[in-house]
């Protein structure tokens, strides 16, 4: 079978290590390179940004900093190989490198090509991982001359040549480096030698097989590892996860921004992996100029429902985000603002730690999230605004699943839910995006294929004022037969009490006609009043319809994706295919805005308030002090007391003392007296 998506192919590119060294007079600057392959990589690609993409910005205010970014491998040429043959001769031949496997590199860091250069076809990308850190410069062992200052920080850099590698090297990589570091000998480079070789013979051997099949990622989680997982984005974004995964399918420029590279670069390899399969399928998002073209046909015959991976390359997964025009840098220096402001530059999604992109975000993100602002999201573009608006079934899908999430949320080990159950894990997750990303393809797949059998091409704007139009049509028309059945109720229920009711006595002569008219008149308007029902007001939604399947994923949204690069790529691998039977075209949650939905806005927006203004806090301080307030008034109360009663003991001491004493003839007097008795 042909498959839309052919698997992931098996790369060739070995692992490679080097180091960078951040100097006090140059900067940072590749310092070596652990085999003469690296070295060759180094000088065939133009990778001067390289030390600046592993020395993030702020990394040295922390002990350890992780950073993730892209590279563009250029293709190898013949005229390319001599001239990378002839650079690295030149640099073993200064001196500057090591005996054996480590060589020297290219000594210095090259300076920043000002103009951009042109891909070539052939070229792909490789990923790069770099953990930094640094030390005290007095408890090295052997200190270079160079080293001036008190501290001195590295980086050791791993490239590879796929995305889902990267999760099980962060710990690997972190791991060799504290060792590294704990040699205080940087000239011993053993480890990291053995390293490298573990790291081309895991290519060649096992892991490299099982990472490189057709199902990469959907059998585990590859963000387990990488200290960072869904349940994490779920609750801290809540609702507003979806709308970072539909920015995603609509293409535009999104910059993330915070103060620790390493959680800026895993929160957008956490939602990349929302999409299905994209992971595995990110060849094209070094450069804009990057395009793999791939050659197919439509496939008519159904796939095999027990494989997974066919049934996804069947529904034209994973969705093009990145390809011609679209960048991907989990972390991106300020040296790479002119490729980003570049004409042909229509996408991308970035990842910084420098402020200074904070003062011009109106030029360089149509979607800001800033990490530092309280997880806040900041859209520019009114139109993208009003694309990423969640419609009713939106917000009650994703409200469910945070509502799980939630639910289940354990502050000691955020990775796994309470009780290690199911519901709210990671998989869960995983699925849930999944379904709702392939509802979604299926039912604007089913709306063209309508198009194509009635001959009529209608934009999802039209359908939507068509069917808003069609469905008040039919609320009115609801509500007058309600008014005649309801009118015809009250006429039978008069006549029945006329019949039953006994009659009046005339009212006496020289009654007052006028006052009779007008409590005649009161007494019917008092008994059209009670005798009607309230009217009820319609919330249920309406019964689903297969011509209105899309609606729910919101019109503006559907309307702004069908202009996409993505989309109108998968339209055309799904030509001819009737996805839609596999997957049914509608919403996960399809329908209306209803009751249910007001009262889970309501509860969940007087939690946001609580959580904003935080009302738990302060009512625990305000308790606090309330406590804090009655005790001391409890303790004076006590004190004053106990004062009083001093006062009193006082008072009669005083007055005991004060009492004058029987005079001696008194006392002698009463002696004798009692003598004689």
């Known amino acids: 079978m042909t498959s839309s998506q052919p698997p992931p192919k098996i790369n060739l590119f070995q692992p490679q290590v080097c180091v960078v060294d951040f100097h006090h007079a140059r900067g940072p600057e590749v310092e070596f390179w652990l085999t003469e392959e690296g070295n060759r990589l180094y000088a065939k690609n133009d990778w ?21 970014f892209t590279l563009l491998d250029r293709a190898s040429a013949a005229g390319d190989l001599d001239r990378a043959d002839v650079a690295v001769r030149s640099d073993d ?6 005996e054996g496997a480590v060589a020297a590199g290219t000594g210095t860091t090259p300076s920043p090509a000002p103009t951009r250069a042109r891909t070539r076809p052939g070229d792909t990308t490789l990923f790069g991982i770099a953990c930094t850190r640094q030390t005290r410069s007095d408890s090295l062992k052997n200190k270079s001359a160079e080293v001036t200052r008190s ?37 011993d480079v053993e480890i990291l030698k053995a390293f490298q070789d573990s790291l081309i013979k895991a290519d060649d051997g096992e892991e490299r097989e099982s990472s490189s099949s057709s199902e990469p990622y959907f059998g585990k989680s590859p963000l387990f590892s990488f200290r960072l997982s869904l349940r994490e984005v779920i609750h801290d974004f809540r609702h507003q996860t979806l709308v970072l995964v539909k920015a995603l399918l609509l293409q535009r420029k999104i910059l993330f921004f915070g103060s620790s590279c390493e959680q800026v670069c895993l929160l957008q390899f956490a939602l990349l992996s929302l999409i299905p399969g994209l992971m595995a399928h990110l060849e094209d998002c070094a450069h804009p100029d990057l395009e793999t073209v791939i050659e197919t046909q439509a496939e008519l015959r159904a796939p095999n429902a027990s494989d997974r991976a066919e049934v ?43 402020s200074l992109l904070l003062q011009q975000k109106e030029h360089y993100a149509d979607l800001l999230v800033n990490l530092d602002d309280d997880n806040s999201i900041s859209i520019q573009s009114p139109s993208l605004r009003q694309a990423l608006q969640l419609s009713a079934a939106d917000r009650r899908w994703i409200d469910a699943l945070t509502e799980k999430v939630v639910e289940t949320w354990d502050e000691k080990n955020p990775f796994q839910p309470r009780g290690m159950g199911y519901q709210g894990s990671e998989g869960s997750i995983r699925l849930a995006f999944e379904e709702y990303i392939l509802s979604l393809c299926s ?18 704007d039209s359908i939507a004022r068509a069917v808003k139009a069609r469905r008040s049509a039919e609320k009115e028309v609801m509500r007058a037969e309600f008014d005649e059945s309801t009118l015809a109720k009250e006429e039978e229920e008069a006549e029945d009490e006329d019949e039953v009711k006994p009659p009046k006595t005339p009212p006496a002569a020289g009654a007052c006609r006028e006052r009779s008219s007008i409590s005649s008149s ?24 297969p011509a209105d399947n899309a609606l729910d994923f919101s019109p503006n949204f559907l309307s702004a994706w069908q202009n996409t690069i993505n989309c109108q790529h998968f339209l055309a691998q799904v030509q001819g295919r009737r996805i839609f039977d596999l997957v049914e075209p509608r919403h996960p949650t399809a329908g209306g805005f209803n009751i249910d939905d007001l009262n889970r806005r309501l509860v969940q927006n007087l939690g946001d308030l609580r959580k904003q203004y935080n009302v738990d806090e302060r009512y625990a301080m305000a308790r606090g002090r309330a406590g804090e307030a009655l005790q001391a008034s409890r303790e004076r109360w006590a004190r004053w007391w106990s004062d009083l009663e001093d006062r009193r003991r006082n008072k009669e001491n005083d007055e005991a003392i004060s009492q004058p004493a029987p005079r001696k003839h008194e006392w002698e007097w009463k002696c004798w007296l009692d003598h004689d008795a």
């Open 443 to 460: 039912s604007v797949a089913y709306q063209q294929f309508r198009e194509a059998v009635a001959g009529e091409q209608k934009s999802f």
């Open 312 to 354: 996804l390359s069947y529904m034209g997964q994973p969705l093009r985000i990145f390809g011609k025009g679209s960048v991907f840098m989990p972390y991106a220096p300020l040296q790479h603002l002119d490729l980003l402001a570049d004409y042909d530059t229509k996408s991308y999604v970035v990842g910084s730690t420098n």
């Open 522 to 545: 009161i007494d019917a308007n008092t008994l059209t009043l009670i005798s009607s029902p309230p009217r009820k007001v319609d919330l249920v939604a309406q019964a689903y319809d």
């Open 93 to 98: 031949n200064s001196g500057a490198g090591e």
């Open 48 to 68: 001067s940004l390289l030390p600046f993409m592993a020395l993030s910005d702020g990394a040295h205010a922390r002990s350890e900093e992780y950073s993730w």
């Open 151 to 187: 501290s001195v920080q590295k980086s050791v850099v791993v490239v590879v040549g796929d995305a889902t590698s990267l999760a099980e090297l962060k710990t690997r990589l972190g791991f060799v480096t504290e060792t590294w570091f704990g040699q205080n000998d940087f000239t």
